[in-house]
């Protein structure tokens, strides 16, 4: 038995090596450097760079927009992906070509997607042409606070297959018999969705909403393709406010964001686990 864990050690030690290298010492170096004056000296200031941090207006717009887009995109992108799992799962003739299909969008090139989006939501577009057709006026979508329309309608676009095929696996785990019975007593889609489907996958469930969220964190890609570095105040994220930090060489700010807003994560995240325990204690 201890031979057999040295040998696993030993394959896992170029990971652990390579980990250690580019992630856990750059990671301690960073905290270190939040703390410094950026001068070639290298002054300890000790927390006055994150002071500054919070007394800039642009960062808490920037952490604000962060914080309801992915407010709006993760729920969205979970109920989503598990409504069109639960409806790929009861589709019986061509559920295969179906469940292969919604892969396709997160496989496909962000630079594709983008000018999918840039003519779909350009003034003399469909989307607008829509409009017009329906008495309405045309939306300046791609230069004004309607931006955020059509980034989270990108963002779910391309982050929904990834997130049907785990629902779709903890599917295969549910007995058919129970959505039989349910049928027989005449619980519709809806009914059978919400309570059968998702009380017995509540664990893959958690997991696709933490993934939502994490996406949604990094929906600044998203807003830099449309709207460039300096967007609509509207869109404007966390990510563009300390992508013009490191654009202007100032590191100290933006390694002090950068563990500002980890900590916020990691306090939302703790949050959300403990009210998993608790759903899957009450469950049980």
């Avoid at 170029?14 to 580019?22: A, N, S, Y």
């Avoid at 000296?41 to 007394?55: H, I, Q, S």
């Avoid at 300046?140 to 676009?157: H, K, N, T, Y």
């Avoid at 059978?192 to 909403?209: C, D, E, N, Y």
């Amino acid at each position: 038995m201890f031979s057999k864990k040295k040998s696993v050690l030993l394959f896992l030690l170029p990971g652990l090596v390579m980990l250690l290298v580019f992630d856990f010492i750059p990671f301690v170096d960073g905290i270190r450097s939040s703390l410094t004056d950026g001068s070639y000296k290298n002054a300890f200031v000790g927390l006055a760079n994150y002071r500054t941090l919070l007394e800039n207006s642009m960062f808490r717009l920037g952490l604000q927009n962060t914080m309801e887009l992915s407010l709006i995109g993760a729920p969205l992108l979970w109920l989503l992906s598990f409504l069109l799992a639960a409806a790929l799962g009861a589709i019986k003739p061509f559920g295969g070509f179906f469940r292969s299909g919604v892969l396709l969008p997160y496989l496909a090139p962000s630079s594709a997607i983008l000018l999918v989006w840039l003519v779909v939501f350009d003034y003399g577009g469909p989307v607008n042409r829509v409009l017009s057709a329906l008495g309405m006026q045309r939306v300046l979508w791609l230069e004004s606070g309607a931006l955020r329309v059509p980034i989270v309608l990108m963002f779910l676009w391309k982050n929904l297959g990834f997130c049907v095929v785990i629902f779709l696996a903890a599917l295969q785990s549910i007995p058919q018999p129970l959505y039989e019975y349910a049928q027989l007593e005449g619980a519709g889609f809806f009914r059978r969705a919400f309570g059968i489907t998702l009380p017995l996958i509540t664990p893959s469930a958690f997991l696709v909403f933490v993934l939502a969220w994490i996406n949604a964190f990094k929906i600044f890609k998203e807003v830099y393709f449309i709207a460039g570095a300096y967007p609509d105040y509207s869109v404007y994220t966390l990510q563009n406010y300390m992508n013009n930090m490191f654009g202007k060489m100032n590191y100290q700010l933006v390694t002090a964001a950068a563990y500002t807003f980890a900590v916020i994560v990691l306090l939302l995240f703790g949050a959300l686990f403990l009210l998993q325990r608790r759903a899957a204690r009450s469950v049980a």
